[in-house]
């Protein structure tokens, strides 16, 4: 889309960083100020925000140890009802109460990154539970986390909360029926999954990648299906291949239509 834009665009964030450390030297389509003159997050979304920043581990499918090195806690910030740390979990008591205390006076607070499940403790469930209708999500990136995961969703389920997510990471150091193992235990816990199609961090144009292994067909299939369980989670995954992939709505219609 930018090579087709009729002038230079104005680029700048995680990708255009990753592509200059991975020796991407062609930018020539894109202007790339070293800093702009707004807040980036705010004008994204005003209702996010970062209380940390970094993460302590280096997970070879992350961009953030290359982006952000160091696991900082941070002093300030604007409190918002959105938090988009990329590993809350890691952080000391103290911080994450007074993170805690920021959002009491929202009505609704989403916790937009994956909680690391083996981090939690039960001091996390007891601060969480000061906030009001909470949006949980926990990350689920290999068959290794699963015992982490599973007692944290029995954790949080134990104490009230219902708005729980995970997100699963597909394409990556696993195969389609080891993917779709994963996405199924979160369902049988009772929870709608997100498949996460991996993306390598020198890739200049996305999904493009396809692991040994998987096929475009099933990655795509995989996408469509669990990230659109609201409208498919009736519909089989061997059969899911019947219907030609439409809007959710538009696909309802049609299976009403054949019934």
Not at 152 to 177: M, R, T, W
Request: aromatic share 12%; charged share 25%; hydrophobic share 35%.
């Amino acid at each position: 889309m930018a090579l087709a834009h009729k002038g230079r665009v104005i680029a700048g964030g995680p990708a255009v960083d990753l592509a200059k450390q991975n020796g991407c030297d062609d930018l020539s389509w894109a202007k790339t100020p070293e800093t702009v003159e707004y807040d980036t997050l705010s004008f994204h979304n005003p209702l996010a925000t970062f209380t940390t920043r970094g993460c302590p581990n280096r997970c070879e499918f992350s961009a953030v140890p290359k982006i952000e090195p160091e696991f900082v806690e941070l002093e300030k910030w604007k409190p918002a009802p959105v938090v988009c740390d990329n590993n809350l979990l890691a952080c000391s008591l103290s911080h994450f109460h007074r993170v805690i205390d920021s959002l009491l006076p929202f009505p609704y607070v989403d916790f937009n990154q994956g909680f690391e499940a083996r981090l939690l403790l039960g001091w996390h469930v007891g601060e969480l539970s000061r906030l009001k209708h909470v949006k949980i999500r926990f990350a689920f990136d290999s068959q290794d986390e699963e015992q982490y995961v599973y007692r944290a969703v029995n954790l949080f389920q134990s104490h009230g909360f219902k708005d729980l997510g995970i997100y699963c990471l597909i394409g990556f150091n696993d195969s389609p029926e080891e993917a779709r193992n994963r996405l199924e235990q979160a369902r049988s816990w009772g929870i709608r999954p997100n498949a996460m199609r991996y993306q390598p961090l020198n890739t200049l144009e996305k999904n493009s990648y396809v692991a040994e292994g998987w096929t475009e067909a099933e990655l795509r299939k995989m996408m469509q299906c669990y990230n659109h369980l609201r409208w498919y989670e009736h519909i089989q995954y061997d059969d899911f291949d019947r219907y030609p992939f439409r809007e959710p709505m538009e696909q309802v219609c049609l299976l009403y239509e054949e019934a």
